[in-house]
């Protein structure tokens, strides 16, 4: 069984800084790709960065040069770094880990469970 679990959302006044982390537990014999989304409130869930496993990354325009995401393979985590926030990037902020968890590998889709962001103006 795999376990997907996020953290380090909050309240935070426009300007400030927030970090998010992602870690997967369980039986995980690899992890592909990893990325962060985000919904808010009356909209579609949107890509707002994404990494793979060699460490390429592409981020949404909106947040590039503001947001940093990184991954730590050996601890099967994956962080968002968030400065520069602006009321916009309020929402709920989900990770997306492609875990390879059977042999043969066949990749599936992983969702955390959401964290807040809640940036006020």
């Known amino acids: 069984q795999v376990h997907v679990v996020e953290s380090g959302g909050g309240l935070v006044q426009a300007g400030g800084s927030l970090r998010l982390s992602c870690e997967a537990s369980g039986r995980i014999f690899s992890i592909n790709a990893m990325g962060w989304y985000r919904q808010a409130p009356g909209k579609q869930r949107e890509l707002v960065a994404g990494i793979t496993r060699g460490g390429s990354t592409n981020y949404a325009d909106s947040v590039k040069g503001r947001f940093t995401i990184s991954r730590d393979n050996a601890k099967n985590t994956v962080f968002l770094q968030m400065n520069s926030l602006k009321p916009e990037d309020t929402g709920v902020y989900y990770c997306?880990?492609?875990?390879?968890?059977?042999?043969?590998?066949?990749?599936?889709?992983?969702w955390g469970q959401g964290t807040q962001v809640t940036v006020s103006s």
């Open positions: 997306n880990l492609e875990l390879v968890t059977t042999f043969p590998p066949r990749p599936v889709d992983y």
